[in-house]
């Protein structure tokens, strides 16, 4: 899911919404401050994804959602690097 979010200004607000976010249960957390853009993989439906935008607000920080993803499988051939 790609979350966009206002607020952040250093490493520790990026920590801050990441605890909450792993928390939760996401797979993997990729933020980039200069975009205001946070890339969220977790498992399970798009209804979750109200729960991770919330985890964010509840963290301080304005989160509004605008792309959630279909999980797509990995082939033998392809390495996930996290």
Same mark, same amino acid.
């Given at each position: 899911? !790609?979350?966009? !979010? ?35 993989? !977790? ?22 959602? !605008? ?16």
């Amino acid at each position: 899911m !790609f979350v966009s !979010f206002q607020g952040i200004r250093c490493a520790g607000c990026q920590n801050a919404i990441e605890g909450p976010l792993r928390r939760r249960g996401a797979e993997s957390v990729q933020i980039d401050p200069a975009s205001r853009v946070a890339v969220i993989r !977790f498992r399970g439906d798009a209804a979750n994804a109200a729960g991770y935008c919330a985890a964010i607000e509840n963290a301080g920080y304005r989160a509004t959602l !605008f792309a959630v993803l279909p999980e797509r499988e990995t082939s033998e051939e392809e390495t996930v690097i996290e």
